[in-house]
């Protein structure tokens, strides 16, 4: 290998292993997150309060764009992820309320 490729690789490694240990930091903060959640949806069904939260979703989505936008992250992006995680969230609000 030449010198060029050698030293592209070493800085690909740096790279990967960045965005492995960024990787790891998502996922516990994704379970740390739901942890907080789940709480609130056993809360929410002991007194018969509704899975979902317009208001407060639309607040999130606010503050997560405004997020987004000064770490320079693609807001609709940031839209997308939150939905989803919102979604994910009333889901398991309707299971506890089951």
């Keep these: 290998m030449t010198d060029a490729v050698t030293r592209a690789a070493e800085v690909l490694k740096g790279h990967r292993e960045s965005i492995d ?5 998502l996922v516990y ?9 789940q709480a609130v949806g ?5 007194h018969a309060l509704p899975p979902s939260d317009p208001a407060r ?3 999130q ?5 405004d997020l987004a936008n000064r770490a320079d992250l693609d807001p609709e992006f940031a839209k997308k992820f939150l939905n989803f995680i919102i979604q ?3 889901q398991h609000h309707k299971q506890h309320q089951s």
């Design 21 to 25: 240990r960024l990787d790891a930091i």
């Design 29 to 37: 903060t994704l379970g740390e997150r739901f942890k907080h959640t």
């Design 42 to 46: 056993r809360l929410k069904a002991e």
């Design 57 to 59: 979703e639309e607040q």
């Design 61 to 65: 989505i606010a503050r997560l764009t």
């Design 88 to 90: 994910e969230v009333i």
